[in-house]
């Protein structure tokens, strides 16, 4: 390649990093937390209650976290409802696809805590109410109307308070269509490992949130883009470790099955305040 053509190749690249950086900062605003480094509850504060019932909101509120993730499906009615699985079978004394029962059907099951405690299956209204003005919500989008959802959330008056999470592109569009001003998580792909790839997808499908730390040499562009990081940490060996590992310069929060005791860790390393 000629010096000349190495020349214009780089300008090139360069216009195209800044345009795409002048474009990201025109990014919808996060919901706002009192804190700078943000716990999400992991469906709930569910090491007792149940996952993704009101029991399991009203938890990670009690403990200070910042955000609660919903999973949101629909019944066969039409209703919104909180559920992880497509099936009632692992959390309730149900059986089916919950997309198969009526809500009347769905709001009669029982969910049993590990303290004996017996609880419902949740509504998306009555999952709002809780959390208004007390806890930020990230709605995991599995199976819904993204219009339904919308209406559900500006009803509540809730807009500034929800960040929604799009496992495909479909998804993106639709609520990109909808509410245009509510700010998207997704997961970036093992792929995007070089600045260029990165730009890429950002320039297509910008987003606000995504899920995963990438190379490291990508976190300063992050940054400078104005993205944010809340790294999925839930696992079976979740655990101080894992914790330590996770929180880098330009991670802004992690999503955790421990919440509790991930406050209690960054409180401890001064991370988060007491």
């Not at 993106?172 to 997808?201: C, D, G």
Request: include cysteine.
């Amino acid at each position: 390649m000629s010096i000349k053509a190495g020349l214009s190749f780089t300008i090139m690249l360069l216009s195209s990093f800044w345009i795409t950086v002048a474009a990201q900062q025109a990014l919808r605003p996060l919901p706002k937390s009192k804190n700078a480094f943000i716990v999400i509850a992991h469906r709930g504060s569910h090491l007792i209650k149940p996952e993704n019932t009101i029991a399991s909101i009203e938890d990670a509120i009690a403990i200070g976290a910042d955000y609660v993730e919903l999973d949101l499906r629909t019944t066969k009615d039409g209703q919104l409802v909180l559920l992880h699985n497509e099936g009632v079978d692992q959390v309730s004394n149900g059986q089916g696809l919950i997309k198969d029962l009526d809500f009347e059907e769905v709001k009669k099951l029982v969910l049993k805590g590990k303290d004996g405690s017996l609880h419902q299956i949740a509504g998306f209204d009555e999952a709002l109410k809780a959390c208004k003005n007390k806890i930020n919500i990230y709605l995991d989008f599995k199976s819904a109307d993204p219009e339904k959802a919308y209406r559900a959330i500006k009803k509540e008056n809730m807009e500034h308070q929800v960040l929604v999470y799009v496992g495909n592109s479909h998804d993106y569009t639709s609520w990109r269509k909808t509410a245009a001003q509510m700010p998207l998580i997704a997961s970036l792909a093992q792929s995007v490992t070089t600045k260029e790839a990165l730009m890429e997808v950002f320039a297509k499908a910008p987003l606000e949130v995504i899920d995963r730390v990438p190379a490291e040499d990508l976190l300063p562009l992050l940054k400078r883009m104005g993205i944010s990081i809340f790294a999925d940490v839930q696992n079976a060996t979740e655990s101080p470790e894992n914790w330590d590992k996770a929180i880098k310069p330009g991670v802004q929060g992690l999503q955790t099955d421990h919440p509790e005791a991930l406050i209690k860790y960054l409180k401890a390393k001064k991370i988060r305040p007491n």
